[in-house]
């Protein structure tokens, strides 16, 4: 991040707070704190390579600088899915105006995440640019800092004043889905944040708190009808992964996660995963992984 100056000294921004260049030595507290503060505002700029040449696989891998494959959560999910569900997918796609149907989804859906994005951002940056100012910042037991709820509020109240307007075919998901990010998210830790381990890699939409609790992992979704609980389960996988890989790079654990799935009308369907459902969500991603590894080598080797 961008230095900046506060009285005579030198410093680093890390979530609002000024990290000083002083000969004093250093408090192990402290550093922890700022540990995790770093380590966390590294995931918002992506270090995995994105490969779509398919020379290797027949989908998108990503690689490290040290050339280690990962493979998308997503694709993982989607792979190691139940029979019903993918079979009914594939009827799903038999109709004839399916592909039509799922392109003005996707176009919905990444409308509705760009609004998401825009207003968490602007938010955070004028609520840590006036923390800054005022010197308010709380560091809390989890080694995250934290501005006031109401500053954080009155953040998102000026984000939304100042978004861009949404075309029509997003607009009512876009409304559903911000009046429950304005009504409930009260912190902002990370938005857009990037994770891998192990074999596998994804983006989050955002680590936040809500109704003053947290950290959570949040996962924004968006749909016509009500999502049916297998569905909801593959979400909650998801997340499950997500809590993976944020764990193993900020050492940063999470009070849950939430599954926001923004509606045409009326409040989202949300579905909120406490700490032991989140670990359990995390074990049953893993076993999908081992299947779909499993296979992905079986495959290689015939």
């Known amino acids: 991040m961008a230095p900046f100056f506060f009285g005579s000294f030198h410093g680093i921004l890390i979530m609002g707070r000024c990290k000083l260049n002083s000969p004093m030595g ?13 380590a966390l505002s590294k995931l918002g ?24 494959i990962y493979h998308s959560i997503t694709h993982i ?9 993918k079979e009914a997918l594939e009827k799903w796609l038999e109709r004839p105006t399916s592909y039509q149907d799922r392109d003005i989804a996707c176009e919905r859906g990444t409308l509705m995440h760009n609004h998401a994005e825009y207003l968490l951002k602007t938010a955070s940056k004028l609520a840590r640019n006036s923390a800054n100012r005022r010197n308010v910042w709380k560091t809390g037991q989890d080694g995250l800092e934290r501005c006031p709820k109401a500053l954080t509020k009155w953040a998102l109240e ?68 009500e999502r049916s609980e297998e569905l909801l389960h593959s ?20 009070k ?9 009308t009326g409040k989202p369907q949300e579905r ?7 670990k359990g969500a995390e074990q049953s ?18």
């Open 285 to 302: 991603f893993l076993e999908r992984n081992n299947i779909y590894q499993a296979n992905l080598e079986l495959t290689n080797f015939n």
């Open 26 to 38: 250093s408090n192990s507290s402290v550093d922890r704190i700022e540990d995790k503060q770093n």
């Open 77 to 85: 999910l989607s792979q190691t899915a139940p029979k019903e569900q």
């Open 256 to 264: 849950g996660a939430y599954i926001v799935v923004a509606r045409r």
């Open 158 to 225: 000026k984000a939304a004043e100042s978004a861009p307007e949404i075309a029509w075919s997003a607009s009512g998901y876009t409304r559903s889905l911000r009046s429950w990010i304005l009504e409930r998210v009260t912190a902002i830790h990370a938005i857009e944040f990037s994770i891998h381990r192990d074999n596998f890699a994804g983006t989050a939409d955002a680590l936040v708190d809500i109704d003053g609790d947290g950290p959570f992992i949040v996962d924004w979704k968006s749909s016509l009808r």
């Open 45 to 68: 700029k992506r270090t995995l390579e994105r490969d779509d040449t398919q020379t290797m696989y027949p989908h998108r891998i990503y690689r490290d600088k040290e050339g280690s």
């Open 235 to 254: 979400y909650c996988c998801q997340a499950g992964a997500y809590h993976l890989g944020l764990k193993s790079l900020t050492n940063i654990e999470c």
């Open 272 to 278: 909120k995963l406490s700490y032991l459902e989140l």
